[in-house]
Each structure stands twice: as structure tokens, then as C-alpha cells.
């Protein structure tokens, strides 16, 4: 089991950058694949960027890539997303995200964090 818990989020004005964090416990973090979902009023949850669970494998939506970049670090048991260049339209509560791989942590994941705002201001 892996307990998830967001923090980072906020408002920010377009262009901006900020950086989400993921601390998890339970000593099996490394064993999970991560990943990070977004949820905007009215739209659906959506897998914006997922980690294997050594790291060696990413996956971005297209329309976060090249703005946004996951990492994690197995000995704090965190993970990481950094956002540049926000855009009005990346305004969502993200959250954190574990399961068994990264090829079904995207649609599938088995552990959910509670999740945190991030608003991005024109």
C-alpha cells in the first residue's frame, strides 16, 4: 500500500512555472509506476504525464509536452512535476497518481492523492 499526498499547488499568471510535489509512504514506493491526472471543471480526468518506476520511462499528454516534466526520486519516495509556460487552460486539481506499471498507471492507477488546485491566471 502507498499513501499519497500533493502539495505546490496554486495561482500563477500565464507564462509562469510551478512545481508539484508527491510524497508518498509506504515502503513499496519504488516498486510503483507514478503519475500525475488533472481534473477541470467539467472535463473529464486526464493523465497529463506518468514515471516508471525506476524512471527510465515517461509519458506526456500532447498537450503538456515540452512544458511540463516529471521526475521522482525513490529515496525520498517523492515525485515531482515541474510546469512551465502555464497556460489559462492548464487551470485544474492535479493529482497524484500510483499503480503496477506505467502502461496502465495512465488509464488504471490503484492509489489516488487527495489532489491540489492549480489555477492560472490571463
Known amino acids: 500500500q502507498v499513501q499519497l499526498v500533493e502539495s505546490g499547488g496554486g495561482l500563477v499568471q500565464a507564462g509562469g512555472s510551478l512545481r508539484l510535489s508527491c510524497a508518498a509512504s509506504g515502503r513499496t514506493f519504488s516498486t510503483y509506476a507514478m503519475a500525475w491526472f488533472r481534473q477541470a471543471p467539467g472535463k473529464e480526468r486526464e493523465c497529463v504525464a506518468a514515471i516508471s518506476w525506476l524512471g527510465g520511462t515517461t509519458y506526456y499528454a500532447d498537450s503538456v509536452k515540452g512544458r511540463f516534466t516529471i521526475s521522482r526520486d525513490n529515496a525520498k519516495t517523492t515525485v515531482s512535476l515541474q510546469m512551465n509556460s502555464l497556460k489559462p487552460e492548464d487551470t485544474a486539481v492535479y493529482y497524484c497518481?500510483?499503480?503496477?506499471?506505467?502502461?496502465?498507471?495512465?488509464?488504471?492507477?490503484?492509489?489516488w492523492g487527495q489532489g491540489t488546485q492549480v489555477t492560472v491566471s490571463s
Open positions: 497518481a500510483a499503480g503496477v506499471q506505467i502502461a496502465t498507471v495512465t488509464t488504471t492507477p490503484s492509489h
